[in-house]
């Protein structure tokens, strides 16, 4: 161990030697050939004891587990934020449909009390139609029937007329008929008494 700390103190010497054999620049500023510094670089991080390896390779390794642990929950966080945009949507849609829906069954229920409407309109108009022609029939039936019967009732009347006229001429004949017999039955007995006077 002490030979690694050794070897670690004589690397970062050499690295102090070659700063400070830089050339100045700006006072602040020193300009140190790259190869040699990466150099001394490479050996000082060889000479590294394994601890310190594994504790920088774990410090590494934490930082990319950090970096993929905050990509993995910007990709959650991105994805959550699309799955709730795609809900809202979703939502909004089944809104929309919910809020359509309504239109046409409420469209749907009013075109049916329009029909119903204008169905008990007609029907009514139907009725009110029936009733009047049913007036006019029984109107034009009943003066028909006037009609009918004024006209029985005239040729009642003329044949009532007939009967009394056939009557009188039928008294008149049989009255003709029994004078006429009388008479002729009169001048028989004249002509047989004549007869019988002659003899």
Same mark, same amino acid.
């Given at each position: 161990?002490?030979?690694?700390?050794?070897?670690?103190?004589?690397?970062?010497?050499?690295?102090?030697?070659?700063?400070?054999?830089?050339?100045?620049?700006?006072?602040?500023?020193?300009?140190?050939?790259?190869?040699?510094?990466?150099?001394?670089?490479?050996?000082?991080?060889?000479?590294?004891?394994?601890?310190?390896?594994?504790?920088?390779?774990?410090?590494?390794?934490?930082?990319?587990?950090?970096?993929?642990?905050?990509?993995?929950?910007?990709?959650?966080?991105?994805?959550?934020?699309?799955?709730?945009?795609?809900?809202?949507?979703?939502?909004?849609?089944?809104?929309?449909?919910?809020?359509?829906?309504?239109?046409?069954?409420?469209?749907?229920?009013?075109?049916?009390?329009?029909?119903?409407?204008?169905?008990?309109?007609? *029907?009514? *108009?139907?009725?009110?139609?029936?009733?009047?022609?049913?007036?006019?029939?029984?109107?034009?039936?009943?003066?028909?029937?006037?009609?009918?019967?004024?006209?029985?009732?005239?040729?009642?009347?003329?044949?009532?007329?007939?009967?009394?006229?056939?009557?009188?001429?039928?008294?008149?004949?049989?009255?003709?008929?029994?004078?006429?017999?009388?008479?002729?039955?009169?001048?028989?007995?004249?002509?047989? *008494?004549?007869?019988?006077?002659?003899?």
């Amino acid at each position: 161990m002490n030979s690694q700390q050794d070897v670690i103190y004589d690397l970062m010497g050499k690295l102090e030697d070659a700063l400070d054999k830089g050339l100045p620049l700006l006072g602040y500023y020193s300009v140190v050939k790259k190869d040699t510094v990466t150099d001394l670089l490479d050996r000082l991080y060889a000479a590294l004891p394994d601890e310190i390896k594994e504790a920088r390779a774990l410090l590494r390794r934490k930082d990319e587990l950090q970096y993929e642990a905050q990509q993995q929950a910007e990709r959650i966080v991105a994805d959550a934020q699309g799955e709730a945009n795609r809900l809202l949507s979703e939502s909004d849609i089944l809104r929309a449909v919910q809020k359509e829906a309504e239109k046409i069954k409420e469209q749907v229920i009013n075109d049916c009390e329009e029909i119903k409407r204008k169905a008990v309109d007609e *029907a009514d *108009a139907m009725r009110s139609q029936a009733y009047d022609d049913a007036a006019k029939i029984k109107d034009g039936a009943s003066a028909y029937a006037e009609q009918l019967l004024a006209n029985l009732e005239q040729n009642l009347a003329q044949m009532q007329e007939i009967v009394k006229n056939g009557q009188i001429t039928l008294e008149k004949r049989r009255m003709e008929s029994e004078q006429l017999g009388q008479s002729h039955y009169a001048n028989l007995q004249n002509e047989y *008494a004549q007869d019988f006077n002659m003899r």
